[in-house]
């Protein structure tokens, strides 16, 4: 199983970025997938899940509003849109895929985990 995600750079505030994580060697339309991130000197929390169909989704009460997660089944990629970012953002991002179909908000929940990318926002 292999997550690679991309898309991270380093921004001003205010502005926007769209993550990508292409998801290989798994069922993919079956499995929930997750953004999480992770801070300097900060555990990594969780930022938005989406159910393995795309009809429901779940955001973290930091990033309501300004970030959307989205997902093509027919390409295998999970999406965060990045709106309104803000240097509190600046942050690894790791796409997540877990073993069931429901969203879940807790790193326990998901199984496989991407490298993650970089997004760094400057003021």
């Known amino acids: 199983v292999q997550l690679q995600a991309s898309g991270g750079g380093l921004v001003q505030a205010g502005d926007s970025l769209r993550l990508s994580c292409e998801v290989s060697?798994?069922?993919?339309?079956?499995?929930?997938m997750g953004w999480f991130r992770q801070a300097p000197g900060k555990e990594r929390e969780f930022v938005s899940s989406i159910s393995a169909s795309g009809g429901s989704t779940s955001d973290a009460r930091l990033v309501l509003g300004r970030f959307t997660i989205s997902r093509d089944n027919g390409k295998n990629m999970v999406y965060l849109q990045m709106n309104k970012l803000a240097p509190e953002d600046t942050a690894v991002y790791y796409c997540?895929?877990?073993?069931?179909?429901?969203?879940?908000?807790?790193?326990?929940?998901?199984?496989?985990w991407g490298r993650g990318t970089q997004v760094t926002v400057s003021s």
């Open positions: 060697g798994l069922s993919f339309s079956t499995k929930a």
């Open positions: 997540a895929a877990s073993e069931g179909s429901f969203t879940g908000v807790d790193e326990h929940d998901y199984t496989f």
